[in-house]
């Protein structure tokens, strides 16, 4: 391949050389140099007030102490030794990747995707090196267009360089993923998927954006789980940058985005193992040089741009086979492995699921549970969409496949089907499969729920002698009438998992406390961790409610609490604007925040959850934790206190352990607002205990009527 520039600015690790930043000024013609004021030094004292500036607000960024914003941004975590655990959401997951294999990162941050920009830029901001030896070089643009124009440049100058977006920000990079795809730029976008908007705005996730992108000649890698974003965002730049062909890298929003679970991260000492350095060299040699110019961006006529644009198929012709053997690679140092196309099921299904995505999740759980009972099912599921691999998904298929359901998170109006759908009936045609009957359905659009007894329906109506062909779940379509129907809730859990429920009032430290307590559980002792939060529109003084789950074995449940072992109520006027005992396990504990005496639950708690409490034998505990907060100076935050409850009642871990990780993890959190910060913490800490007051629930409850919905 020819080299366009025979020198090149970049050192080997991909920082511009000491020479190429500090040339000598003699070397240059003065009579040039003259008419810019380039030898007056007028620039230089320009630099320098530059520099001061950015020491200045680099002061500020550290005394308002932002590292704490997103409490699973631990610089000390995304430094890890070979082989360590961390508790970490999908955002994370990819930013850790992200900023190791990238010379810098053009940000413009956009819900649900803000987190990976906002992590990327602490971190440079406290001086992280990556695998190039040096900080990224982030910069926050004005637009999402913005970014996507200087990522495009950045590409030329021979920078690595990656962004985060999501939604309609995606939409106004569009323009330029064309260009960086036709000139063949080495590139990693990470996006955590999301609805477009169209009726209406929806900051929620599905896969309306992505697959808005798909003609834009990038490649698409579908992510499915936490653990999968880290593993398949390393897979991403390491095929990129050796092929120069750009890679979409997509997860979830929200679902997947913002979930927390426990992982084994991959350190960057064994990313660096993994770089090619002479296609890092090659990009490096391929950029833009004013000392050595060349033709490029012309305009084309007939005669010539039908040639040029086909003579890139041979960048694309056997990409899936590198992403197959850089995944080998990935697997040789980390021992986790993640096929292009992978079954789940039994090994003689007639009945199977295509899909995409955390809601192949959902769809390989049911199958497990069903396939113990004796059920014929499985799921194929995709992860590279683009290019499209039609042998390998063929491969993936049992031969006993009779029926395939084709499931797409996203929606075309006016089409004959969904974009995966359509791939997948093409595929069966041409592979000579055309004898098994393909179905395809829309599912979890928003965010929408997508749980184990939806995954049921579906398996029902493809085994019925007529099955609608096109259909949806998880809602009562009663305008088209398209919605298939759902049964009772399916726990397809594995044995042992606790499940808990928070609701909480957004800003009062309760989703804070929840992410911290994740962490303890999961790093202090044996057992796997999984949680999500949910919020209103409103956020800060909105209802936030926060599903953890607990267990000896991994869990994989991207979907919300249904079943709750412990529920705590953290505002009292919840009871009365909700249904809180709605979700709650028989035999359960419930924690409830009040003013309250024993003797005013009966006038204060709904009809409804008094009966419930009842039926479900529930235990039913009470706390003035507001109270508790004020005295120890903490205001309205008792996230603290209502961790400290958690753990005395809730069983997880030792009570006395939990309490001392506890007070540990306060002096970390909150060390920088100064000794009477984390001491008024600890005071709540050790008050909590004391303030809880146990409820017994009368037998008589279980007789309420309750009137109405």
């Known amino acids: ?13 991909g920082g511009l050389l000491h020479a190429f930043l500090h040339p000598d000024r003699q070397s240059e013609a003065p009579e040039r140099l003259q008419p810019l004021g380039a030898g007056t030094g007028a620039a230089d004292v320009e630099y320098e007030q530059f520099l001061k500036a950015k020491e200045v607000q680099r002061a500020m960024f550290q005394a308002e102490n932002k590292t704490i914003v997103h409490q699973c941004a631990d610089t000390d975590v995304i430094q890890p030794t070979e082989k360590s655990i961390a508790c970490i959401d999908g955002n994370q997951a990819a930013a850790h990747v992200a900023y190791a294999l990238s010379d810098c990162a053009f940000i413009y941050p956009i819900t649900p995707s803000s987190p990976m920009g906002e992590m990327v830029d602490e971190w440079a901001a406290q001086g992280l090196i990556n695998c190039y030896g040096q900080k990224l070089s982030v910069t926050e643009m004005q637009s999402e267009a913005g970014a996507a124009g200087a990522l495009h440049g950045a590409l030329k100058a021979g920078a690595f360089s990656t962004t985060f977006t999501a939604s309609q920000g995606l939409l106004l990079m569009i323009p330029n993923m064309y260009k960086i795809a036709g000139e063949l730029l080495p590139c990693v976008m990470h996006v955590a998927a999301r609805a477009l908007a169209g009726q209406a705005l929806s900051i929620f996730g599905d896969h309306q954006d992505v697959m808005a992108c798909r ?96 003579a890139g198929n041979t960048f694309y012709d056997g990409l899936a086979d590198l992403f197959e053997a850089k995944s080998k690679l990935v697997e040789q ?109 829309r599912y979890g659009l928003g965010s929408k729920e997508f749980t184990p007894n939806m995954v049921l329906s579906i398996y029902e109506n493809l085994k019925k002698e007529t099955p609608k062909p096109r259909f ?17 809730w399916l726990n397809v859990l594995p044995q042992g998992t606790t499940e808990c429920m928070f609701y909480g009032l957004g800003s009062d430290g309760t989703v804070g406390a929840n992410k911290s307590a994740v962490k303890m559980i999961a790093m202090g ?37 249904r079943a709750a072992d412990y529920l705590a109520v953290h505002k009292p006027s919840y009871v009365s604007n909700y249904d809180m005992t709605r979700y709650m396990k028989p035999n359960g504990v419930c924690v409830i925040n009040c003013s309250w005496s024993v003797d005013e639950l009966k006038d204060k ?12 034998k529930a235990k039913l505990y009470i706390i003035d934790a507001t109270q508790i907060a004020v005295k120890a100076g903490l205001g309205k935050r008792i996230n603290m206190i209502m961790q400290s409850v958690f753990f005395k009642l809730s ?4 009570f006395e352990e939990a309490i001392e990780m506890l007070k540990k993890s306060i002096k970390k959190m909150y060390g920088k607002k100064g000794d009477k910060v984390v001491q008024m913490n600890i005071d709540g800490v050790d008050a909590s205990v004391s303030g809880i007051k146990e409820v017994p629930v009368p037998g008589d409850w279980v007789s309420l009527t309750v009137p109405g919905e």
């Open 1 to 13: 391949m020819a080299i366009r520039g025979q020198t090149t600015p970049f050192g080997p690790y």
């Open 215 to 310: 003609s834009t000649g990038w490649a698409m890698l579908a992510s499915e789980s936490v653990e999968m974003v880290q593993y398949n965002a390393l897979v991403a730049h390491l095929v990129s940058m050796e092929r120069r062909v750009p890679v979409q890298h997509f997860f979830d929003g929200f679902r997947t985005s913002h979930e927390v679970n426990k992982v084994k991260l991959i350190d960057y000492n064994t990313m660096k193992q993994l770089i090619n350095w002479d296609a890092v060299k090659e990009h490096h040699d391929l950029a833009m040089n004013p000392r050595h110019p060349h033709v490029q961006g012309t305009s084309q006529g007939p005669d010539i741009f039908f040639q040029c644009v086909e």
């Open 333 to 441: 140092k980390t021992g986790v492995h993640y096929a292009l196309y992978a079954y789940e099921g039994h090994k003689d299904a007639e009945y199977v699921i295509v899909v995409m995505g955390s809601g192949a999740v959902t769809c390989s759980e049911t199958a497990t549970y069903l396939q113990e009972k004796g059920e014929k099912v499985g799921v194929l599921k995709v992860r590279l969409f683009r290019p499209w691999d039609a042998n390998r998904f063929m491969a993936a298929l049992p031969k006993t496949c009779k029926r395939i359901c084709v499931l797409d998170r996203t929606k075309e109006q006016g089409s004959q089907g969904e974009p995966l759908f359509l791939e997948v009936s093409t595929t069966l045609k041409a592979m000579g499969r055309a004898e098994i009957v393909c179905i395809g359905g």
């Open 472 to 488: 949806t779940v998880g809602i009562v379509d009663d305008v088209t009438h398209l919605s298939l129907p759902v049964g009772e």
């Open 525 to 561: 002792t044996e057992l796997y961790a999984q949680a999500y939060f949910e919020y209103d529109a409103k956020k800060s003084g909105g209802v936030t409610i926060s599903h953890l789950r607990f267990g000896p074995k991994p869990i994989h449940a991207p979907y919300n609490v």
């Open 605 to 616: 708690l709904p009809p409804k959850m008094r009966r419930d409490l009842a039926v479900k």
């Open 651 to 654: 069983g997880v871990m030792p």
